[in-house]
């Protein structure tokens, strides 16, 4: 296997590692924009770069308690530290 081929395949992991951190951002950027939330109105970036930073510290974090990748009680986790955020987002 090439270096490239190499290359690719951990380009595609840390894609696929961090895939649901930036679909909840996502969707949880788009509805606080739709809703007329005041943060997601003005500042579109900050909020979605927030979102995708917890979410991907979540990810982080919980591969390095269970030792696994795309573990149930991560994707748990997941939601509720993203929701949380959105839901202080919609406040703000």
């Not at 979102?51 to 991907?56: D, E, P, Q, S």
């Not at 982080?60 to 591969?63: N, T, W």
């Given at each position: 296997?090439?270096?490239l081929d190499?290359?690719?395949?951990?380009l595609?992991?840390?894609?696929?590692?961090?895939?649901p951190?930036?679909?909840?951002?996502?969707l949880?950027s788009l509805?606080?924009?739709?809703?007329?939330?005041?943060a997601?109105?003005?500042d579109?970036l900050r909020v979605w770069?927030t979102?995708?930073?917890?979410?991907?510290a979540?990810a982080?974090?919980?591969?390095a308690?269970?030792?696994?990748?795309?573990a149930?009680?991560?994707?748990?986790a997941l939601v509720?530290?993203?929701?949380?955020?959105s839901?202080?987002?919609a406040k703000?």
């Open positions: 296997m090439s270096f190499t290359l690719v395949q951990v595609w992991h840390i894609a696929n590692f961090v895939a951190a930036c679909g909840m951002a996502c949880l509805a606080l924009r739709l809703r007329g939330s005041r997601a109105t003005h579109l770069s979102l995708f930073g917890l979410g991907v979540v982080v974090l919980g591969m308690l269970t030792g696994l990748d795309g149930m009680a991560t994707y748990a509720f530290v993203t929701g949380s955020a839901a202080w987002f703000a």
